[in-house]
């Protein structure tokens, strides 16, 4: 499970920098005693901080900690968070935070709002607020 | 030796964090395709990207591949390249690039440089150039 979310996150990074963004994964990400993304990009104007979830199908979770982390690291750090989801055989999307379903325990991706995110082709439109 | 220099890098990102940077360790720095930094650090206004060195003692050697890799993932990302250096006993010293001596294979940081560098907490009045 770990391994095939490591690979999922390699498989971003490249994809991340063929788009003109420097990345690099976080070592530690879920087991660090501070709020520690998943992946980090930057392409010298728009710095962006990712959790990223790869899953057979909708929908996705995420708890309320993993986001409430990845804003306050992003606050703190200077990057805008980002949501990274990739459904087999399909695309990543990436969503901003408020394009999450808000749910009982955290948030989710269901098939409402999946088709709100974008690709990371647009990512360097991407501005703060 | 690797788990020594991830104990280091552990210690110098808790400093980070004292003051008041967001940091992370890079996964993959020095086996990663792409140019890996060791640490990612920001405040939300100066974002830093650092190749840590801890030594026994004096001088400390860094190749030119590690600087040229340091300075292009620096550029692409969009912060500004850092090396640190922990000499047994002392204190973190940080160095921009033009501060650390030139040599035949790489870069240096001998006891003619050392003084030179600066610590942790003077950080925050870094501005590019």
Known sequence: MKAKGTNSERELI????????????????????????????????????????????????????????????SEQFGSIPLVAVRIKREQWKLFRIYMLNETDKGYSVTKENYGSGFSISELFRLKFK
Chains 1, 2 share one sequence.
């Open 14 to 73: 490249h994809l991340l920098w063929k788009e003109g963004f420097a990345s690099i994964r976080c070592a530690g990400s879920g087991s660090s005693r501070y709020p520690t993304p998943d992946i980090l990009a930057g392409n010298g104007k728009t710095i962006v901080s990712i959790e990223a979830k790869s899953r057979a199908k909708l929908p996705v979770y995420l708890t309320k900690e993993e986001i409430d982390d990845l804003i306050k690291f």
